[in-house]
């Protein structure tokens, strides 16, 4: 199989699709990997890095898309490469099709055979390949939301930690998940003073056993989620339904209770975000104020720390990568319901619910779809 990989180019994007670990794994399993020169600068990736290991490197995305029988990525397509996608292709790469209708619109005209890393699956009823960005986003959160914390950047002034006789940040993760436990162990590791809610209660037992010294943990309940919001310095909003909108767990009307200053840091914000009055970002322009509370909502927070997201990523994707060459799309996907639970988009019809159920479009079956 030729497998491409252009460089991204979503504004302040800097992770890239295929490691030079991953393209030789792939060559020497006998396919044929270019690489858009330049796609993994931003990495720590050279050209040469991606010779050195049989990848070819070519001048422009035009030729991958052209070309390459599948397109690796990672964030979603941008419009102008939606118009060169073609049926018979196959687009593996986080989609986030739920709250983006313009991007589901484009895929579904294209014909493309679209496999969203977001809801690939595994055993244990996790996602696998959401999971290790999910770990970075996590760690990020209380990072960004301390320096957003900061009285320079609009912020209440409030560090962290505290210091002795005076009392530490109050920070609310909402949501006990892989980005909430990463959110809270770090801001714990911080100092500050963090509880965490979430609604599974097998989920906040485990947490409570593993860092109940760490921090706290509360049942979600819209009324003490609107306490705790009331009190906090900082909210860092981790909720996810996999494929789906995510739930607006704090309203605008909840900013005029919060403390002058605080900081809501939304890491849902690639499934359209938690708070209502959220908005996507860039890391150019990370920060905005909303009724005197300031939204941190950068939609690829990873992004930042890009070696180490793509490293983590490439780690992730390898294995359904290299099923989806050695077998081809359908053979891997029939073969395993994981990686079918990927399938979000193909010739022409939508193969996820909850995206569907999102946007109000008809959907079909995934298993249906691979027979068309």
Request: charged share 20%.
């Amino acid at each position: 199989m030729l497998i491409g990989c252009p460089k991204e180019i979503k504004p302040q994007e800097f992770r890239v699709g295929i490691t030079p670990a991953a393209a030789h794994e792939a060559i020497i399993a006998g396919h044929t990997v270019i690489i858009e020169t330049g796609a993994g600068l931003g990495a720590g990736f050279s050209d040469e890095d991606y010779r050195a290991v049989g990848a070819g490197i070519v001048d422009t995305a035009a030729e991958i898309f052209a070309t390459a029988e599948m397109v690796v990525k990672v964030k979603e397509p941008q419009a102008v490469e939606r118009k060169q996608l073609r049926e018979g292709q196959v687009l593996f790469t986080y989609l986030h099709l739920a709250p983006d209708p313009e991007q589901t619109r484009d895929l579904l005209d294209s014909g493309v055979t679209a496999i969203a890393y977001e809801t690939v699956t595994d055993r244990m009823g996790g996602l696998p390949l959401l999971a290790p960005m999910s770990e970075v986003a996590g760690k990020l959160a209380p990072q960004v939301g301390a320096w957003t914390l900061q009285k320079a950047n609009g912020g209440r002034g409030v560090l962290m930690g505290g210091v002795p006789g005076v009392l530490p940040a109050k920070v609310v993760v909402i949501g006990g998940g892989v980005v909430g436990t990463h959110a809270a162990k770090v801001a714990a590791g911080m100092g500050a003073d963090v509880t965490v809610l979430d609604r599974s209660l097998p989920r906040m037992r485990y947490l409570d056993d593993v860092y109940g010294r760490d921090f706290k943990t509360a049942f979600s309940s819209a009324a003490l989620t609107a306490e705790l919001v009331a009190e906090a310095d900082m909210v860092i909003g981790a909720v996810l339904i996999p494929g789906a909108a995510a739930p607006k767990l704090v309203s605008r009307a909840q900013l005029s209770t919060m403390k002058p200053g605080a900081v809501l840091v939304d890491v849902a914000i690639d499934q359209g975000g938690c708070f209502e009055t959220s908005r996507a970002t860039t890391h150019a322009d990370p920060i905005y104020e909303v009724d005197g509370i300031l939204h941190y909502c950068v939609a690829n927070m990873p992004g930042a720390v890009a070696r180490t997201s793509t490293q983590a990523l490439g780690n992730a994707t390898l294995p359904f990568m290299m099923a989806l060459a050695n077998k081809g799309w359908r053979l891997a996907c029939a073969e395993d319901d994981h990686l079918l639970n990927g399938l979000n988009v193909h010739k022409g019809k939508l193969t996820y619910a909850a995206v569907g159920a999102a946007l109000g479009l008809p959907t079909v079956d995934p298993r249906e779809a691979i027979r068309l």
